[in-house]
T-cell receptor, first 116, second 115 residues
């Protein structure tokens, strides 16, 4: 069973372009979480999705950011019109049940986005 | 709302000496607590977890943590540091105050191990 797969590992975008980050959860996992890690900061929660549903997007900026987890295929975190402040490491995690209560979340290796 | 405070941003130890990484949490409900480790440019790996069973939890690589409800603490320890332990460590709390489980991370503690 492969772990959580994120791609690309590194992504460079110019200001104003779009960034698409992909996350394939572990087999059998229907819960996906996205986190953002800025330098010198811990991981900040962005969004929690189950298959085809957004459960909690309270950590996501209201503009330019969106996430989906379709019935088929990976979860996608999309950032439109990127700005320098979007430069960060974005981590995806998956779990078979709600992560936390007796259930650990498994993390991918992250996508490091650099906006130039 | 749940929160996590990691009291030290950096901890430096010599190889072979004990490690103590401190974590205090705040939670309205009975929380689950985790420690994750992140090596440079890598993802996060679970070290250990507390989920209301034994208060002393043993994890991988010789690490352990003790849940102390009265002190709202979940400090991570290891009797003897190894060079390969140098990494960033995150304390994480989870509860169901919002109706479903969410994970809240501390800001991390960078562990530096010198020969």
């Amino acid at each position: 069973n492969a772990g959580v797969m994120q791609n690309p590992r590194h992504l460079v975008r110019r200001r104003g372009q779009e960034a698409r980050l992909r996350c394939s959860p572990m087999k059998g996992h229907s819960h996906v979480y996205w986190y953002r890690q800025l330098p010198e900061e811990g991981l900040k929660f962005m969004v929690y999705l189950q298959k085809e549903n957004i459960i909690d997007e309270s950590g996501m900026p209201k503009e330019r950011f969106s996430a989906e987890f379709p019935k088929e295929g990976p979860s996608i975190l999309r950032i439109q019109q990127v700005v320098r402040g979007d430069s960060a490491a974005y981590f995806c995690a998956s779990s078979p049940l709600e992560a936390g209560q007796n259930t650990e979340a498994f993390f991918g290796q992250g996508t490091r986005l650099t906006v130039v | 709302a749940q929160s996590v405070t990691q009291l030290d941003s950096h901890v430096s130890v010599s190889e072979g000496t004990p490690v103590l990484l401190r974590c205090n949490y705040s939670s309205s409900y009975s929380p689950s607590l985790f420690w994750y480790v992140q090596h440079p440019n890598k993802g996060l790996q679970l070290l250990l977890k507390y989920t209301s069973a034994a208060t002393l939890v043993k994890g991988i690589n010789g690490f352990e943590a003790e849940f102390k409800k009265s002190e709202t603490s979940f400090h991570l320890t290891k009797p003897s540091a190894h060079m390969s332990d140098a990494a960033e460590y995150f304390c994480v709390v989870s509860d169901k105050a919002s109706g479903y489980s969410t994970l809240t991370f501390g800001k991390g503690t960078m562990l530096l191990v010198s020969p």
